[in-house]
């Protein structure tokens, strides 16, 4: 099966039980994307892909439904761990012809706002390298940003990240998605 997704909607979980795969359930059913089958893919944002609403995008879904997406996640069963997904985009000036980028990030020990930063710091590198904007990639992330957007090529950035922290006895997952639709 091959398709160019025109819909994109981005969602997030959390999930804790005392079984690691109950616990990635329960973030999914948390996110409201547990009836999918999932399927995760690498990280472009398709050209011409418009961005939906989470309740939007929800109505498109069927049970069992074969779904693609770009899945950050990760769990852990340690006591008070902190941990994150993140998906970050990085969206070009003229989405009708250029592609953008998504990007996964799944840390321990960060913050939702450190992870989120992050992962949104990946998708404007990858699309600036993609669309030849010079920059200095030593450079805090908050300078290479007004570069990106002051070239007029990187317009629009943002993620979508969830956090937690481990509680005693329990695993807990965290989420992070954007789920691409025909």
């Known amino acids: 099966m091959s398709f160019v997704p025109t819909k994109i909607f981005f969602t997030k979980g959390v999930g804790r039980h005392k079984e690691y795969l109950s616990s990635f359930e329960l973030a999914l059913r948390d996110a409201k994307i547990e009836k999918c089958n999932l399927v995760t893919v690498s990280s472009i944002f398709p050209t011409g892909c418009k961005r939906i609403s989470v309740e939007e995008g929800l109505k498109l879904l069927q049970p069992g439904q074969i779904t693609f997406c770009v899945m950050a ?87 979508v990240t969830q956090s937690a922290e481990g509680k005693n006895g329990l695993w807990t997952s965290v989420i992070s998605c954007g789920i691409l639709l025909p």
């Open 73 to 159: 996640r990760v769990a852990t069963n340690e006591h008070n761990r902190l941990i994150a997904a993140s998906i970050g985009v990085a969206l070009p000036s003229d989405t009708s012809t250029q592609y953008g980028y998504l990007s996964e990030h799944h840390p321990y020990g960060e913050t939702e706002k450190v992870a989120g930063e992050y992962a949104e710091d990946l998708a404007a590198t990858m699309l600036a390298t993609t669309l030849g904007v010079e920059f200095d990639p030593n450079t805090a992330w908050d300078e290479r940003e007004d570069i990106y957007k002051m070239s007029g090529k990187v317009v629009k950035t943002f993620n």
